[in-house]
């Protein structure tokens, strides 16, 4: 509570007092700490005080949301950026999610992107990831036409990580018309406004280095590295700029 207006050196003598309450709670990340921390979400009342007893109502004040660490008061739409455990979470699926659409666009068969995906999964935090779940996920998906498909051949066919064939609905790939489309708008566009430019072409070029392990571009890969600009809200003409120079020697 506090009070403003005519006072005393001992006392309020008149002012306006805000009575807050308590409405729920929660973890956010705390702009003033710098940090994730616990807070109160609040709604408050306004009176007319006179020496210390409350007159008039003047109308509601809030909602807030209060820091319990540092008693810092914000707006309720503090809650909208994640903590930082939430963060890493989803740039942690974030990449995993475009690791799986370059495979399934590309295939598995080459063992050097296999190493390529399993090392930007690891980095990312799937400190367990191995080449085998990254292909048993990837057969899995390829079975479940719902989801991500695999990598389509001319004849409509689905190229298994041993080079198998499984019958496919389709002719060729197209991952702007496909769930594999939803599946990474679903994970990287929540991620992209938390993320610094530089963050988000890092995610973009990660992709790039795994579907261009085994060689030049796939038009299948192309595409859903193309996808990937969108959902991390990257230009088309920044897209293809950052493409071309993954492919140039570092």
């Known amino acids: ?78 809650l909208d950026h994640p903590t930082t455990t939430r963060f890493s979470a989803m740039l942690r699926d974030a990449v995993h999610t475009v690791a799986l659409a370059v495979l399934a666009a590309g295939g598995t068969e080459a063992r050097t992107v296999r190493r390529a995906a399993v090392g930007a999964v690891r980095a990312a935090g799937f400190a367990d990831c191995s080449e085998e779940q990254l292909v048993t996920l990837i057969e899995a998906l390829a079975a479940d036409t719902g989801r991500l498909p695999g990598r389509y051949g001319g004849n409509g066919t689905v190229s298994g990580p041993s080079g198998a064939s499984g019958s496919a609905g389709r002719d060729g790939f197209d991952p702007c018309g496909t769930a594999l ?51 991390l809200l990257i230009c088309p003409e920044d897209t293809d700029r950052l493409l071309a120079a993954a492919r140039m020697p570092s």
């Not at 007092?17 to 306004?46: A, I, L, S």
């Not at 938390?194 to 030049?216: K, M, T, V, W, Y």
């Open 1 to 78: 509570m506090h009070a403003q207006g005519r006072h005393s050196p001992d006392r309020c003598v008149v002012g306006v007092r805000t009575v807050w309450r308590t409405v729920g709670d929660g973890e956010f990340f705390c702009p003033g700490c710098g940090g994730d921390r616990n807070y109160h979400r609040r709604t408050g009342r306004r009176r007319l005080v006179a020496f210390g007893v409350p007159l008039l109502p003047r109308g509601p004040v809030g909602p807030v949301v209060e820091c319990t660490a540092c008693r810092g008061r914000f707006a309720p739409d503090v």
């Open 181 to 231: 489309a939803i599946e990474l708008h679903e994970a990287l566009e929540p991620l992209a406004p938390h993320l610094a430019p530089a963050g988000r072409e890092s995610i973009l070029l990660q992709g790039a280095r795994i579907a261009l392990a085994d060689g030049p571009y796939r038009p299948a890969e192309r595409e859903v590295l193309a996808t990937v600009g969108r959902a």
